[in-house]
């Protein structure tokens, strides 16, 4: 008498009823199934995904209140001095254009989803700027400009050549805008209302972006615009360290 073919019993883990979160923002299943039905935790392929996947949400989370040290030093100061606005739109130009190129391409939102909050807390500031110079009116206007065009750049008017365009000039508008910074700061002898905590969370978070761009997007200019934007923000934190015991007072007395 033949004997019945036994029925493999499915593999189970104790992490299975973290399976859809865990599936949803670090990992494909069959990385899941490598580490917790496999135990193989070892396997490099699955741990780059992990890695680029935590990377990628952290530095989201962190961007939510990357630049609100920056505001808060401005509102408590009451002052932009040593801010450049004309750095800050070039910031604004490259943000936003790394934000539609993203989402023109489908990328997942852990690959660029720092890019929405450091774009609203830019804009933030850039008004800042303008009301404490004097200019209120103006700043008002920016903002309605500003987000305008945004609305314009992320609808299906807006041809994908022109998206492609905006993102290949991500690099030169970091570039000037980080030495426009720079040059400011050299010139006024101090790094002003500059916040610290705010330069040294985007050097560190353009850092990790550039690994997570190459895992995750594939996108060499993606990439490339990271490395920039890793070297400039390394140039303003350097400066930040190097001016740190100097300010406008001292400057003053000095004079």
Same mark, same amino acid.
């Given at each position: 008498?033949?004997?019945?073919?036994?029925?493999?019993?499915? &593999?189970? =883990?104790?992490?299975?009823?973290?399976?859809?979160?865990?599936? %949803?923002?670090?990992? !494909?299943?069959? *990385?899941?199934?490598?580490?917790?039905?496999?135990?193989?935790?070892?396997?490099?392929?699955?741990?780059?995904?992990?890695?680029?996947?935590?990377?990628?949400?952290?530095?989201?989370?962190?961007?939510?209140?990357?630049?609100?040290?920056?505001? /808060?030093?401005?509102?408590?100061? &009451?002052?932009?001095?040593?801010?450049?606005?004309?750095?800050?739109?070039?910031?604004?130009?490259?943000?936003?254009?790394?934000?539609?190129?993203?989402?023109?391409?489908?990328?997942?939102?852990? +690959?660029?989803?720092? +890019?929405?909050?450091?774009?609203?807390?830019?804009?933030?500031?850039?008004?800042?700027?303008?009301?404490?110079?004097?200019? %209120?009116?103006?700043?008002?206007?920016?903002?309605?400009?500003?987000?305008?065009?945004?609305?314009?750049?992320?609808? !299906?008017?807006?041809?994908?050549?022109?998206?492609? +365009?905006?993102?290949?000039?991500?690099? !030169?508008?970091?570039?000037?805008?980080?030495?426009?910074?720079?040059?400011?700061?050299?010139?006024?002898?101090?790094?002003?209302?500059?916040?610290?905590?705010?330069?040294?969370? /985007?050097?560190?978070? =353009? /850092?990790?972006?550039?690994?997570?761009?190459?895992?995750?997007?594939?996108?060499?200019?993606?990439?490339?615009?990271?490395?920039?934007?890793? =070297? *400039?923000?390394?140039?303003?934190?350097?400066?930040?360290?190097?001016?740190?015991?100097?300010?406008? +007072?001292?400057? &003053? &007395?000095?004079?």
């Amino acid at each position: 008498m033949a004997s019945p073919v036994m029925e493999e019993l499915p &593999k189970n =883990s104790v992490l299975d009823p973290l399976k859809g979160l865990l599936l %949803t923002y670090f990992m !494909p299943e069959s *990385c899941y199934d490598e580490f917790f039905l496999n135990f193989n935790f070892l396997d490099v392929p699955c741990l780059k995904i992990v890695l680029s996947k935590g990377l990628g949400i952290g530095i989201i989370l962190g961007s939510v209140m990357v630049k609100l040290p920056q505001i /808060l030093k401005l509102m408590g100061a &009451k002052s932009a001095d040593g801010l450049s606005f004309n750095s800050v739109l070039l910031e604004l130009l490259a943000i936003t254009g790394t934000m539609a190129y993203s989402i023109a391409n489908s990328f997942p939102f852990s +690959a660029w989803g720092e +890019a929405l909050f450091l774009m609203l807390q830019t804009v933030a500031i850039g008004f800042l700027i303008m009301h404490y110079g004097g200019n %209120t009116v103006k700043g008002v206007l920016f903002l309605v400009v500003y987000f305008g065009l945004v609305a314009l750049l992320l609808s !299906p008017v807006t041809p994908m050549p022109v998206v492609m +365009a905006m993102q290949a000039s991500n690099m !030169p508008a970091i570039i000037i805008g980080r030495l426009i910074q720079v040059v400011t700061n050299y010139r006024n002898g101090h790094t002003g209302q500059l916040s610290a905590i705010t330069v040294f969370m /985007l050097f560190a978070g =353009s /850092l990790a972006r550039i690994f997570t761009s190459i895992q995750e997007t594939g996108d060499s200019l993606m990439a490339l615009t990271y490395v920039i934007s890793s =070297s *400039c923000n390394g140039l303003i934190a350097a400066q930040l360290l190097y001016y740190w015991n100097s300010s406008p +007072a001292q400057k &003053k &007395k000095t004079e």
